[in-house]
């Protein structure tokens, strides 16, 4: 038995993987088509790898969207990429006229979307507050990153801290810097003033393991 779902995945969320594993229990064989549009700014290529990464047995094809709410033309463009198809899963009040275009069964998922209360108009508004609804790839790609640089003491932490509790409703989080933390450690293991200076003298070797600890810092 072939099953269908058709979405943007603007961007791929919970609700979507729900949806998708929900078919795959219930088909032998599921195509998944991504509408794309040219307004979206999030580009199709990027969906397609990351749904082709989460859900790896499904078929994905790629539709350009020419006919918006009409269910119809859908179904038409769809029976011209994929073919005949037993089931349509869908989380939308259009399903059943789409899956009736299709000679389909509508199989409803979740529809008030109890099960997983997210959309990708909510994700795209806030996704700080729907960081949760979002895998790893789809956050790389809505995470806003500020770096603050500058001297010793000249107010990063206390800005970045600052900074956060102003964007608090969206999410933000701050990641001190670990260079100081290397350095107050490496200055607190000595004992004179004069092995704490000498302690201090960088190595290219010490570069690499500061950066390293902060990309890590900042990617959790």
Request: hydrophobic share 45%; aromatic share 10%.
């Amino acid at each position: 038995m072939r099953g269908l779902i058709v979405g943007k995945f603007y961007p791929p969320h919970a609700g979507h993987h729900h949806l998708i594993d929900v078919a795959l229990a219930r088909v032998e064989e599921l195509h998944v088509v991504i509408g794309d549009h040219p307004r979206e700014d999030l580009p199709w290529r990027l969906r397609w790898a990351w749904l082709a990464d989460a859900h790896p047995t499904v078929v994905l094809h790629r539709i350009q969207d020419q006919w918006g709410a009409d269910s119809f033309g859908w179904a038409t463009a769809c029976l011209q990429k994929v073919g005949p198809v037993q089931k349509v899963f869908t989380s939308e009040a259009y399903g059943e006229e789409f899956a009736g275009a299709l000679g389909a069964v509508h199989v409803a998922v979740d529809p008030a979307r109890l099960s997983v209360p997210v959309s990708g108009t909510a994700v795209r508004e806030n996704p700080g507050k729907n960081w949760d609804f979002l895998r790893r790839p789809a956050r790389s790609w809505y995470c806003s990153r500020v770096v603050l640089v500058g001297a010793e003491s000249t107010g990063k932490t206390t800005l970045a801290q600052r900074l956060t509790a102003l964007f608090a409703e969206q999410g933000a989080a701050w990641v001190p810097e670990y260079g100081r933390q290397w350095c107050e450690q490496r200055v607190a293991g000595e004992g004179d003033p004069l092995a704490a200076l000498a302690a201090m003298i960088w190595k290219e070797a010490d570069f690499v393991e500061i950066a390293a600890q902060q990309a890590r810092w900042e990617e959790e």
